[in-house]
């Protein structure tokens, strides 16, 4: 049997409302991928679509908000596991760090009960949906405020330390 970890890891259900794909993931990065050399060459921020969602997730949870998804959602089509992880792109590193922290950050900030898990009671994918419902709800809520603050002032990420005056506003913690 797979751990729970393991599991959450091969799952493919990062979701994200769709009136963020124009004003946000395609304006800040090179969704689908690609070199980091078409990455700078178009004037992106972030080169995968994951990237921009693992950023927003992390919006989100230290802001402390989590937004429930509604109408059109968008999918990453990529198993977590691969996050990070481009064989033909020199000098790329593995996420797996990264995905450690999520993990632990989901289930930390999930009502699941892993005894009931553990007994038997609940099964792995059960408990693999409240996670993914609490990593989709954070990162719907950092992209809320990320569009939010785009609206404003569409070069605020694109300023030296914009990324992380970003942050630093809407994550004081």
């Known amino acids: 049997m797979e ?25 800040l990065c090179q969704y689908g ?28 949870l230290y802001y402390g908000e989590r937004k429930p998804l509604s109408g059109e959602k968008l999918k ?41 898990l553990d007994k038997g009671d609940i099964d792995v994918n059960e408990v693999c949906d409240v996670l993914m419902t609490t990593l989709n709800e954070y990162a719907n809520s950092g992209f809320q405020l990320m569009k939010g603050q785009i609206d404003k002032n569409p070069d605020i990420f694109f300023e030296n330390t914009g990324l992380l005056d970003f942050l630093k506003k809407f994550c004081p913690q």
């Open 3 to 27: 751990s729970l970890y393991e599991t959450w890891l091969n799952r493919m259900d990062s979701y994200y409302e769709s009136k963020y794909k124009e004003p946000v993931v395609d304006f």
């Open 33 to 60: 991928g690609g070199s980091s050399d078409g990455r700078m060459a178009k004037g992106k921020i972030f080169n995968a679509g994951y990237e921009v969602f693992i950023y927003a997730f992390f919006i989100g």
């Open 76 to 116: 990453f089509r990529m198993e977590m596991s691969t996050w990070g992880r481009k064989k033909n792109e020199i000098g790329r590193k593995s996420y797996t760090i990264l995905q450690k922290y999520i993990f632990t950050a989901l289930v930390a900030k999930s009502d699941v009960d892993l005894l009931a």
